[in-house]
């Protein structure tokens, strides 16, 4: 039942999405006049408006419309005449990529800082670290990758600015992503860490004489990391879809970028594509951070199906 209760919202998800994004885009302009280019006579726009169905009533474009979306069907880029979905999907790897190691580096940074914080409450290196972590929450991550840039591909010259072609292309991007995610995920990690100290079961560790690396690692730790997972899951289908900036900076070949180019040439198929893959993308990741949960902790699984 739950497997078929996803289906259902992600359906619902899906029809909400797309319909409310087919009437937006027509009110941003006609594509008509974008294609035919500049100096293009009336007549010029009017041929290219009955050969792309631009001339039909809106109704009637969005009914032809819904109907190629049930076979998947987006149609070609107005650009280049590329299959929408085929150009969205090659793009697709590479935020997946960006998004991947920007994960990864952020568990390797955040959460042993995040037990090391909640373990005790005083000393300067822990307040000089939660005072950093302050500045970065208050910092937008494309500041982060400008002065990454200025600092490392300007001034010092160890890293290029921008493209996809290999491992040093690939740590500024992961960098300025994990900047403005790391800090949210500390502070989780260390709350959910100081709680777990202050339980009645790590008490009565402690008083069975279990030593303090033990009750860490064996009962405070996956506690800790528990509560974790959902925002863990949160920020990673948030970089499905919120890496426009950081791919535009560093011309990263992304859904972001792409989805920037289409939107700013009027290529509707190409945009409605890349936002289909986006919201396909955050609905698997929250569903599968949600089953991971409720495996971790049955008592979470059950009270999603008593619900």
């Known amino acids: 039942m739950s497997a078929l209760r996803g289906l259902r919202d992600l359906a619902f998800v899906l029809f909400a999405t797309m319909t409310v994004l087919f009437f937006l885009l027509r009110l941003t302009g006609d594509p008509a006049i974008v294609l035919a280019g500049e100096g293009a006579s009336p007549a010029q726009v009017e041929a290219i408006r009955a050969e792309y169905g631009f001339d039909e009533p809106i109704l009637i474009q969005y009914f032809i419309y819904a109907g190629k979306l049930l076979t998947l069907d987006f149609g070609v880029s107005l650009a280049d005449g590329t299959p929408a979905l085929e150009k969205a999907l090659i793009s697709f790897p590479a935020t997946l990529f960006l998004a991947f190691m920007a994960l990864c580096v952020n568990l390797m940074i955040s959460l042993p800082t995040g037990l090391w914080l909640g373990q005790a409450r005083k000393g300067m290196a822990r307040r000089g670290v939660r005072g950093l972590i302050t500045v970065m929450q208050g910092f937008p991550g494309f500041v982060i990758a400008l002065l990454m840039i200025n600092i490392f591909a300007v001034a010092l010259e160890w890293l290029p600015t921008v493209g996809f072609g290999g491992p040093a292309t690939w740590i500024l991007p992961t960098l300025s992503v994990v ?99 986006m919201v396909l993308g955050v609905f698997a990741t929250n569903a599968l951070a949600e089953q991971l949960q409720a495996t971790l902790d049955p008592r979470i699984g059950n009270a999603r199906g008593a619900g």
């Open 179 to 277: 900047s403005f995610l790391a800090p949210k995920l500390i502070r989780v990690v260390e709350a959910n860490t100081y709680a777990a100290l202050t339980s009645n079961y790590v008490r009565t560790a402690k008083a069975s004489g279990a030593p303090d690396n033990v009750i860490l690692w064996r009962h405070v730790a996956p506690n800790a990391l528990l509560g974790a997972i959902a925002l863990v899951g949160a920020e990673f289908a948030f970089m499905l879809t919120g890496l426009v900036v950081i791919e535009t900076i560093f011309a990263w070949p992304g859904i972001g970028w792409l989805l920037v180019q289409s939107t700013l040439s009027l290529d509707f198929p190409v945009v409605q594509a890349v936002v289909f893959l």
